[in-house]
């Protein structure tokens, strides 16, 4: 499926052959007008030939999304195609967004009309093409009918005939084919299969993420699809956590992305009615919510994430906690071969001595962050990482004002929430957390779903997954 990259294969076409392509081409429209194309490990630089000298332009190759060749129907010379994607200003924009940019030419090399000539110019360009393009990808598309749906087709999919997994939705249906690749009885080779997303849900804040990761600024909308759409083109991957999530029905689910508590919980899902307005639906469940506060009570415990996160928790913890869970998986064998918690114990035990518990017990919202981002314009935890093996946990605790909530939200747009010194916001490091709610009615999402009301645990799992980040 992958063409190697031309400076790693040593592919020559002239001087400096090994770690450079060389070339002549002329434009593909006339032929008129020759260039000299150099092709480096990073740029593809376009020389034009002419009586006075200047600069060649350098095109950046981590900006092209693919190249192809292809023969000419009426002169069967043979052209060079690529693809990029370069950041640009966009009329009255503060900030930079991606712009096609098709650059064609044709093949300078053997002008005679035989076709043995003809065979010989196509096979040159399509080398070139080869060794400019980073991937190229099989495609076949399904698409879900109902609720978990995903998760079935996973559980049951031949991932030997695909090289990726690409969701077009919001969160909750990658939340669904994260599950299903852990439910397979291959599940830690299935879990190998990169999985990418593009934009196409109200939440969108993975895609959000993706790019943020770029080191580019942020968007939204359109700008943020062809980003996501131009990262999936690179088709370069991360390792990504998996938090792995108990709830008080012996049920366990696998996230990546968040879980939420209290505000947030109640309008990620009280605003689901709302969906046909799409991301709009966030800002009015937050007024409403806003308007009619609630606090919630429950106990909130966690285990600290040190710099070095393999030695959070010591070797006599760790025996205590396997024995505990080959107890819990007795009547369940298949969960002896899935992640061992060796951080957790059973949710009727009191968290381990090495835990933090915290002191308040009235909150307004408890947030565990995986991700970056709550939303597509949600830059809650600026920095974490797809694999940074950490739990981001936000808390706010009862008492804060209305306004101070509204300069938090807003603050949160930019991801300075943190800057504001607000007493009442809480972040904190954690490999492990312990949530168990007192006020019911409640809701606690995971992910974006919400999930049954009740205690729960969790415990993060570093670099499981493989997610296409560019």
Known sequence: ?????????????????????????????????????????????????????????????????????????????????????????????????????????????????????????????????????????????HASERQNHAREMMRNADLTQCDAIVILSGDGLLFEVVNGLMDRQDWEKAIQTPVGILPGGSGNALAASVHHYTRKPQVWGEDLLVSCGFVLCKGLTSKLDLISV??????????????????????????????????????????????????????????????NLETDVSQAQQTHNNRS????????????????????????????????????????????????????????????????????????TAGISRPAMLRLFRAMQSGTHMECGCPHLVYRRARALRLEPETRPGIITVDGEQVEYGPLQAQAHRGVARLITG
């Not at 190697?4 to 060389?22: E, F, K, T, V, Y």
């Not at 434009?27 to 990073?42: F, I, N, S």
């Not at 899935?338 to 933090?356: E, I, N």
């Open 325 to 396: 869970s080959n107890k819990s998986s007795e009547h369940n064998p298949s969960e002896q071969k899935r992640l061992v918690d060796h951080l957790l114990v059973p949710l009727d035990q009191p968290v381990p001595q090495s835990w933090t518990v915290v002191e308040e017990q009235e909150f307004v919202l408890v947030v565990a962050m995986f991700q970056s981002y709550l939303g597509e314009d949600w830059l809650v935890a600026p920095s974490a990482c797809t694999d940074d093996g950490v739990i981001h946990l936000f808390y706010m």
């Open 1 to 141: 499926m992958d063409e190697p990259h031309a400076s790693r294969q040593g592919l020559g076409n002239g001087p400096g052959a090994g770690a450079h392509m060389h070339g002549l081409f002329t434009d593909a429209e006339t032929g008129q007008v020759t260039y000299c194309l150099e092709l480096t490990d990073g740029w593809l630089a376009v020389q034009r030939i002419t009586y006075s000298p200047s600069s060649p332009e350098r095109l950046d190759l981590r900006d092209c999304a693919g190249s192809r060749a292809y023969q000419g129907e009426s002169d069967r010379s043979a052209y060079l195609c690529a693809y990029f994607y370069p950041y640009r200003h966009r009329w009255m924009s503060s900030s930079p967004v991606r712009h096609r940019d098709e650059r064609r030419f044709r093949l300078v090399l053997n002008a005679d009309d035989e076709n043995d000539d003809a065979q010989a110019n196509l096979r040159e360009a399509e080398r070139w093409a080869r060794a400019i393009r980073d991937n190229s990808a099989r495609c076949a598309g």
């Open 246 to 307: 108990h709830l008080s029905s012996g049920v366990r689910l696998f996230s990546f992305l968040s879980i939420a508590w209290g505000f947030v919980a109640d309008v990620d899902i009280e605003s689901e009615q709302l969906r046909h307005i799409g991301p709009f639906r966030f800002i009015v469940g937050t007024l409403v919510r806003l308007a009619s506060l609630r606090t919630y009570r429950g106990k909130l415990a966690f285990l600290p994430a040190t710099d």
